[in-house]
């Protein structure tokens, strides 16, 4: 199973980007999926993540400014990234709950500049 995430980049704070990630190598039925923030001498923390049904469940850094969305058919979660801050900085990872354990990619860097 690979999760293959894109969309990181560089970026002054207020602006905008996209991260997509897309399953592939199982026809496993996928869960939740969603995104993770590693930053720079922090934990890694939930950013967002959305049902298969679609609810979506927010971080508050995210709440407001990030927005979470997934196309069953293609297997693929992405996130909307809006009014961007250097806080935003690190490597997002991107999640999938297969039926019996958790799938994750390779991570995408995001650096947000002042």
């Known amino acids: 199973v690979q999760l293959q995430a894109s969309g990181g980049g560089l970026m002054q704070a207020g602006g905008s980007l996209r991260l997509s990630c897309a399953v592939s190598?199982?026809?496993?039925?996928?869960?939740?999926m969603g995104w993770y923030l590693q930053a720079p001498g922090k934990q890694r923390d939930l950013v967002a993540a959305?049902?298969?049904?679609?609810?979506?469940n927010y971080g508050d850094s995210a709440k407001g400014r990030f927005t979470i969305s997934r196309d069953n058919a293609k297997r693929t979660v992405s996130l909307q990234m809006s009014s961007l801050k250097p806080e935003d900085t690190g490597v997002y990872s991107c999640?999938?709950?297969?039926?019996?354990?958790?799938?994750w990619g390779q991570g995408t860097q995001v650096t947000v500049s002042s």
């Open positions: 190598g199982t026809s496993d039925s996928i869960g939740a």
């Open positions: 959305i049902t298969r049904s679609g609810i979506t």
């Open positions: 999640f999938a709950d297969g039926p019996y354990q958790t799938f």
